[in-house]
């Protein structure tokens, strides 16, 4: 119970920023836009096509997650800088309250994110004479779940170990490294290579890979990526959920 | 008079550093009282421990019965704390801060809206109920804060130097709160401002390097030093005169 109502703040101190409706939303359908501006001007004979809106629409969702990541931070950070958060120490909520709290209203808001992102999409796609399966879309915000776990549990993990300053910055350079790195920008599997194989290593190129697999409907492919990113989006979830509960019981040791 | 607080032996280690050195306290049911200290006397880490945001090293203490050691979950139940610094939600409204903490502390929602009417009369803050937490003065947030830690309706309440940097009216301002509260909750105050101590207190412990060195009405605290005012006999105490 208590969970839900700490979320609700949660939700509710997010959604109060403009800051986070100018990143989250602003930000990702902007870039949307250009791309799909920028993918007219590209000549067939190129052979680019990831900046096709069936590939570009899954790509640019992830890219809103690492927002998502930034705001969950910020959050966290700002909390646990404030005497807000021992105040509630104080109070009769447990850890795992606390990380629910922290953690649902950011799913909802990522659902949200991806909601516009994917209407921009077909309303663009539409315009360019491409139509999207509505099940594609769905199973593809689905497959985006486990990113966007991902990109919440580094936001609840950077926030726990490092000051309400710090903190962000490094999510800055996360959200750097899953853009270049994740193949939101530019083609890994045309690249190859060894910086293919450190893209591959990296959870990002796997999440990204999966929802753009998920919209187009290639489903026997699906299954691979998808469970690689389950996997990084458990255990770096997990990890910062036990610094969390860590670094609560240390606070008030 | 029952005791709301009992405190034995409370001790608190930082590695080779003790915070607070075997206090052993009682605090009368309805009754205010201060814990005065220089910096580093240790008062914030004993309102720490008796609220379970600080685990003593040994000792124990006793919060209408409940031990802060075994029965934390039912200490927190019925206490709460207005810490130091002012802790509130920045872009939660007045109304939605008390309505988040009422729930906190398991009212429903019926109950915490009944209860956000209660305080915001009681506090008077109906001027500025829908305006958010981070628009206010520091004396209103601070106002806020107290009326979060009271919302739950706590038989202790603990308050860490409530008026730390506020103006001289903001500051009247909450000790009429604070008197109003008087014989209702029990409350402890953590002050470094001796007019407080001495215009609210029934009961006033000075500490000095982690030790409760002296404890009693104000009037027994001047007459043990001798002094005519409170801040005279505190001096004589954290100088270890007596």
Known sequence: ?253 | MNSAIVVKNLRKEFGNKIAVKDSTFEVEEGSLFSLLGVNGAGKTTTIRMLTGLSKPSSGDAYICGHSIVTELDEVKAISNISTQETAVAPNLTVEENLLFMARIYGMSKQEAKEKVEQIIKQFSLEEIRRSKAKTLSGGWQRRLSIAMALISEPKVLFLDEPTLGLDVLARKGLWNIIRDLKEKVTIVLTTHYMEEAESLSDQVAVMVDGEVKACGTVAQLKELTEKDTLEAAFIAIAEGEV
């Open chain 1, 1 to 253: 119970m208590n969970s839900v109502v700490f979320g609700k703040r949660t939700f509710t101190e997010i959604v109060r920023d403009p800051l986070s409706y100018i990143f989250c939303l602003g930000f990702p359908l902007l870039m949307l836009i250009l791309m799909s501006i920028i993918n007219q001007s590209i000549p067939n004979e190129a052979n680019m096509d990831i900046f096709q809106i069936q590939n570009l629409a899954p790509g640019i969702a992830v890219f809103g997650l690492t927002f998502v990541m930034l705001f969950t931070c910020l959050q966290v950070s700002k909390d646990r800088s404030t005497a807000f958060l021992i105040r509630l120490y104080a109070a009769p909520i447990k850890s795992r309250e606390f990380i629910i709290g922290y953690t649902y209203p950011v799913v909802i808001i990522a659902i949200l994110q991806s909601i516009f992102t994917f209407l921009a999409a077909v309303i663009i796609g539409g315009i360019h004479g491409y139509s999207f399966s509505i099940l594609n879309i769905i199973l593809c915000m689905l497959v985006l779940i486990p990113s966007a776990l991902l990109f919440i549990g580094f936001g609840l993990f950077f926030a726990t170990l490092l000051n309400e300053k710090a903190a962000p910055g490094i999510c800055s350079i996360i959200i750097t490294a899953s853009c270049m790195l994740g193949g939101i920008w530019m083609d890994v599997d045309g690249i190859g290579g060894a910086l293919a194989k450190v893209c591959k290593v990296l959870p990002f190129y796997h999440g990204v890979t999966a929802a753009r697999m998920a919209l187009r409907g290639d489903y026997s492919d699906l299954l691979k990526p998808f469970i690689i990113i389950v996997v990084y989006a458990v255990v770096i979830y997990l990890l910062a959920v036990l610094i969390f509960k860590k670094k609560m019981q240390s606070d008030v040791s």
